[in-house]
């Protein structure tokens, strides 16, 4: 089945504690990103990965690392989570960055 | 900075009855993208327009874009109870994606 799996579904941390949600996509899709969703603003994009060894910044990148080592995979890295990255994360991929993208079921984050 | 807004925010409607909603930009963009979200869930893809006056209709959602008016609606023909739902807009202006606010849809019996 094609899809986009991302791990862990849930999460609660604690402030500082390094953490990586993985992405993982099997239609060998060339572009890939991640966005946090909040109440009331949609979807902000946090990086996104046109290919292998090619990522972006979008507009709300900081505090956040990002690694494209491999086309399927494309990890979200908080190395010192704060209080304000307490969100819900979806990753997406699409074949070529301007076809419809394929969103991830979503990560649930608490940072304490 | 690129903005998007929808409007409206909210819509609670009467099943049978169509609505519009709206979704405008501040820069100029050639490709908007259209995403439903059901309560508790993922984003699924409803439509994709990369031109100045593509229209794309599936079932009761029909959605255009004005490039020039920096626009896109996505009209609602005889709303069922399914169509309940949060749908965003997306614009790309280049390779990254801005989202709309949302708005979130409600069709009563």
């Known amino acids: 089945e094609a899809q986009v799996t991302q791990n862990p579904r849930y999460l609660i941390t604690v402030t500082g504690k390094k953490l990586t949600v993985t992405c993982s996509q099997n239609m060998n899709h060339e572009y890939m990103s991640w966005y946090r969703q909040d109440p009331g603003l949609g979807l902000r994009q946090i990086y996104y990965?046109?290919?292998?060894?090619?990522?972006d910044k979008g507009d709300v990148p900081e505090g956040y690392k990002v690694s494209r080592k491999e086309k399927r995979n494309f990890p979200l890295i908080l190395e010192s989570p704060s209080p304000n990255q307490t969100s819900l994360y979806f990753c997406a991929s699409s074949l070529y960055y301007y076809n419809e993208q394929f969103f991830g079921p979503g990560t649930r984050l608490t940072v304490l | 900075e690129l903005k998007v807004e929808q409007n409206p925010l909210f819509l609670s409607m009467q099943e049978g009855k169509n609505y519009t909603i709206y979704c405008n930009y501040s820069t100029t963009s050639d490709r908007l993208y259209w995403y439903r979200q059901d309560p508790g869930k993922s984003l699924e893809s409803l439509f994709v327009?990369?031109?100045?006056?593509a229209v794309k209709q599936e079932g009761r959602l029909m959605a255009s874009l004005d490039t020039k008016a920096r626009l896109s609606t996505l009209h609602i023909t005889a709303a069922v109870h399914d169509l309940s739902a949060t749908y965003f807009c997306a614009v790309a202006p280049g390779q990254n994606f801005v989202f709309g606010p949302g708005t979130r849809l409600s069709v009563l019996p």
């Open positions: 327009l990369l031109s100045n006056g």
């Open positions: 990965s046109m290919n292998v060894e090619v990522t």
